[in-house]
């Protein structure tokens, strides 16, 4: 039928006009369009993924830091955040959040799963969304990409454990402090009994700035999780 329909009425790219030949595709992208997002690729922080401005920074020591995480610690050990939000991608990621174009789950997913590729863990998790804002939403965008991530590698996916205890206010224009203030017992876990001794992947559909997944990352290990490795499709740079 969809081939059919793609005959008479040829989808064309919402980003270039160009007409879409794939037919298998799901994507109301061209390909060339697509295949504009491209992994950051320079010099970052080992724990966060924080590029850093200049690749003096790791010269001396491949393992450095950036200031945030010298100061703060996050509870998670790695955060795999390897698209800059920009472009197509961001134009993705809006139709996918805010118009419902839930096709656009599987192939963000896949984005993560290219740069996940010698990443193990036992579980995969996705941050919660408020059950006001999921009222609005109807979907949460970020268990939609973790149901595809835990499809495709066959990892079980942890349901109903961890739950948002209230809502937040946007993270922008807030101090680190203050960021850490408004994610405050965002979170609580539903059951620990689950997550014990696993390695957990937290997934989130972009990486504004960490505040959120810190505090995930936090509760989870807090409730016997051995490890946590956070990953978004997508950073705000
Ligand atoms: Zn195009
Ligand atoms: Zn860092």
Not at 44 to 50: E, F, G, L
């Amino acid at each position: 039928m969809k081939k059919l329909l793609d005959l008479i009425y040829p989808r064309t790219c919402v980003h270039c006009d160009h007409s879409i030949t794939d037919e298998t595709s799901d994507l109301p992208y061209c390909r060339g369009c697509w295949e504009t997002i491209r992994p950051l690729t320079g010099p970052q922080c080992s724990i966060c993924a924080t590029p850093f401005p200049s690749p003096s920074a790791l010269s001396h020591s491949p393992d450095h830091h950036c200031a945030e995480c010298r100061e703060d610690i996050p509870a998670f050990s790695r955060a795999f955040t390897p698209y800059p939000y920009e472009g197509i991608l961001a134009d993705a990621i809006q139709r996918f959040k805010y118009q419902k174009q839930t096709s656009l789950a599987a192939p963000l997913a896949g984005l993560i799963m290219e740069q996940l590729t010698t990443v193990q863990f036992d579980l995969v998790a996705a941050v919660p969304l408020h059950p006001t804002r999921l009222r609005t939403r109807e979907f949460n965008q970020s268990l939609l990409l973790a149901q595809r991530i835990a499809r495709f590698t066959q990892v079980p996916l942890l349901i109903d454990a961890l739950n948002r205890s209230r809502d937040t206010l946007p993270q922008v224009g807030l101090s680190r402090k203050e960021r850490a203030q408004n994610v405050r017992r965002a979170f609580h876990l539903s059951d620990p009994t689950p997550i014990k001794g696993k390695r957990i992947l937290l997934v989130d559909d972009v990486y504004t700035t960490g505040a959120t997944l810190r505090e995930g990352s936090k509760i989870l290990l807090k409730g016997g999780a051995k490890e946590v490795i956070v990953a978004a499709v997508t950073r705000m740079i």
